[in-house]
């Protein structure tokens, strides 16, 4: 009897932590940000936006910051409307390019990377550039940042696709972010100093044939 | 040639209608001020004058290009009238935060004691080097008047500083000014020297003002020397003053000495005015501060994550938020250190927009960051922390 009650008991703490994440989730885009929205019928639409989201596997924080976003901006309710329906589909087509099983922050680094103006084609790239499972989410970043300051993108892509693929992590790309930042508040173009900094970080790492070998063959934990 | 002609006014219109446009956009709320007095105006030779005073000063508030234009009317009757219409553009630097041009043309038409009919017209440009508590400046003037039919040009350099500590703010000009406006001199006292066809002036100026709050106090006084030999003192003191008493209702006063401008066409006179300055649209901009830009710098940390800092140039009157995704847009004030409207947020690894909004206008991105759009029709900074 007590061995059942504990295989039970077990067994319900089993399903509430599996379930719990999932009902956190959608707690999240319930909160007070998008009740801020000062006209029912807005918030109601942002609301079943966020929604049908949710229920596709599109990371609803995203959603719920521009809505807070707009909110903040006194933006018109049927701007904030807009601009959480654009990021949705944003978020969705970022999904697909970055297939099999993007995290949420790849999905929102992606979308982000479409809003400057990275063209669809080059999330496919990035991700390819990496082994399945290590996360893009910093190349594209970075991407996004270089391509926002006026680097054509595809010298950006380029420059961090040969990184990625010489094994730099993310971590070393976001370094060459950080450098090209600083040399454009020194003066220097931003397409100018990314070439440097990354010939810099290239220098650092091994030859693409050594990455190849040493790169991880599967989902890093 | 008609039509390359046509063409390229077609062009200069277009490009003209699109800057106009895209300053228009950057504009919010413009600072309009109506300011109506009384002056009692004493010109040597002449007996004592009352005059009526009405001025209107309409300024755009925008980051992107500073737009000033002023009217004035100044009636006394029999004597003296005047109408001054004054249209100014400050442009901060694009490249460069700590530089603005300045550049303006001013118009005037009056009529002194009767004889004295005519007109002014004056240009002029201004680079100014700001940084958060002092700065530095140099212009050149061009004026032209025509008074009863004679006309003469003049001509001015200039270059000054200025210094703030805490309320208080000095500032000193010298100018050099070549004018061939004799009338106005002879009216101002000064005897010419017959085989000059011109005069040079120097001027010296300094400025003190105490600022307490939206209230203020300067005094002017300025020395001048030149070619021309004079009776008439060439030393001037002038006294300014500005009470706010209400939100938008301020008494504004001033006596002293205005020493002859050839370059606007004053007369020497000796004039104390008061009148009442009503401001209608936002909090009005202290002249010094049109020049909103939000600076933002990273502190790298050793184990990871930065501290952004952004820094406004501002006055301590003006409401200052600061929002991105590490507040989930929820604006945080920023706070007053030595003189500049500072944030500081400490960020960990990832990409953040943030935004800064001056006194209830537009969000923008602060400088050196990446500018991104905002799905709202304005703008954000992008920075990613390694």
Known sequence: MNKTRASVLLAALVMSASVLPVALKAQAHSGTPVLAIADARTREAVTREIDRAASRGLPVRALVAKAQEGVTKQAAGERIRAAVTSLARRLEQARDLLAPSPSDAEMIAGADALAVGVPAPMLRQIRSAYPAGQSVA????????????????????????????????????????????????????????????????????????????LAPRGPRP | MNRRRIAAFGFALGAALAFVADVARAQRQPELRIEGGFAYITQRGFSSEDAALLAILWRPTSEKLGFVTSANLTYAQDSLAAAQGVAAVDVPWKWNSHLRTEAGVAGASFALRREGRGGNGNTFVRQHVVAANYGAWFGATAGATNRDGVFARSYAADIGL?????????????????????????????SRNPDDLVFDLYDAQLTAQLRYGPHDIAVTYT??????????????????????????????????????????????????TASVRVSLGPKPLPVLERSLIARASLELQPLGGAVLEVRVLASEALEIVIAGDFSEWRPIRMERVDGVWVARVRLTTGKYRVAVQVNGGEWRAPRNLARVRDDFGGEAGLVVIP
Do not use: C, K
Not at chain 2, 163 to 190: F, I, N
């Open chain 1, 138 to 213: 910093m190349p594209l970043d970075v991407l996004t940042e270089l391509v926002a300051r006026g680097v054509p993108a595809s010298n950006a892509l380029e420059q961090i696709t040969q990184l990625m693929r010489r094994g730099a992590t993310p971590t070393h790309i976001a370094g060459v972010g950080a450098s090209v930042q600083s040399d454009v508040a020194a003066g220097l173009t931003p397409d100018a100093a990314l070439e440097v900094r990354a010939r810099g970080v290239m220098s650092l790492l091994p030859s693409p044939a050594a990455a190849a070998a």
């Open chain 2, 162 to 190: 200025w210094q703030r500590w805490g309320p208080l703010y000095l500032s000193g000009v010298a100018t050099r000014l070549q004018s061939a406006d004799w009338p106005l001199l002879l009216a101002s006292g000064v």
């Open chain 2, 223 to 272: 020395a001048r020397a030149g070619t021309a030999e004079t009776d008439a003192s060439f030393a001037a003191l002038t006294w300014t003053g500005t009470l706010q008493i209400a939100d938008r209702v301020a008494l504004v006063g001033s006596a002293g000495r205005q020493l002859a401008d050839p370059l606007r066409g004053l007369p020497q006179a000796e004039v104390v």
